[in-house]
């Protein structure tokens, strides 16, 4: 079966056939493969990306003013990408691979 890659907005999208039964909003994360894409389903209870709690944590222990308390809690939020893109880079440059339990050790979970 062959399907073709479309452009919507700023975003390409890759049409799935109904018969694979999915549901709209599923979540799905990406992997390049060499031999193609590979999707894979991901739980939506399972945001690995979502730090809210522990930056939350971190600031209720610092004791910040009402005043910096929010503006900080947007500012370490916004650090989280370019964070995970380093470890990336970080990761692509060694060796060996990190376990998951490794990452997180390094990731402070």
């Given at each position: ?25 599923m ?29 939350l944590?971190?600031l209720?222990a ?20 370019t ?27």
């Amino acid at each position: 079966m062959l399907t073709k890659v479309r452009k919507q907005g700023n975003s390409l999208t890759l049409t799935v056939p109904s018969k694979f039964k999915l549901k709209e909003g599923m979540s799905m994360e990406p992997e390049l493969k060499a031999e193609g894409i590979f999707y894979r389903f991901v739980p939506d209870s399972t945001d690995i990306f979502d730090f809210d709690k522990d930056i939350l944590r971190d600031l209720l222990a610092e004791n910040l003013d009402p005043e910096t308390f929010l503006s900080e809690f947007e500012r370490r939020k916004n650090e989280i990408p370019t964070m995970i893109r380093q470890l990336a880079d970080q990761a692509k440059k060694q060796e060996n691979a990190m376990t998951r339990e490794e990452l997180a050790k390094e990731i402070g979970l």
